[in-house]
């Protein structure tokens, strides 16, 4: 099986899409913002940097990409969540994997801006085990949509997930995402799948078709 980039706007479903390939699959997912929220503990100015929506600048991602996947194992698939953002991080990714000898696809989870909206709005998120719920939308909430259901651990709304945040990231990913759908459209390794509807039934099985067919 390729290797796979996902190319989506925040609240896409990227977490559940990856979650399904790792445990159906065993692919090793490398999530970028996961990555950043780490080094961010240990350094206030990106803490900081983060909170105000922008994205980090192209170098000091690009570093840390190629840091990540330098030490991928030849005989394991990975999945890389939320890079490339810009073409200029395409082309290099590009050259950083053509030198790592490493192939991919990219999965491209379309979805419609109000459905984004709400899911950002309402996401809480439990700091011990992670677990992501939102209390916007039935079914999806804890119990008391205060606690982890998991480990009673309070649940946060980071700051990413506040509306005018939101609002930022998504204008930024709107004027970057048409350089990049056509960049990897025309290297034929584009795959769109919709993401719109609660039942997730259909987009995995779309899903479950890229993978198996490469």
Known sequence: MKNVIFLAPPAAGKGTFSDYLVESYGYQ???????LRAKAKEDKSLADFLK???????????????????????????ILDGFPRTLHQAENLDIILHDLGLSYVVIYIDVEKNILEKRVVGRRVCPNCHQVYNVEMEGFGSKDNVTCDKCSTPLIHRDED???????????????????IR??????????????DLDQENALKLLRGVVSEH
């Open 183 to 196: 960049y990897y459209k025309e290297k034929g390794l584009l795959y769109p799948i919709s993401n719109n």
């Open 52 to 78: 105000t929506g922008a994205l980090v600048d192209d170098e000091t991602m690009l570093k840390i990409i190629r840091e990540v996947l330098t030490n991928v194992s030849s005989k394991e698939s990975f």
């Open 162 to 180: 506040q509306i005018d945040t939101f609002q930022k990231r998504y204008q930024i990913y709107l004027e970057s995402t048409k350089d990049l």
């Open 29 to 35: 997912h490398y999530s970028t913002g996961d990555i």
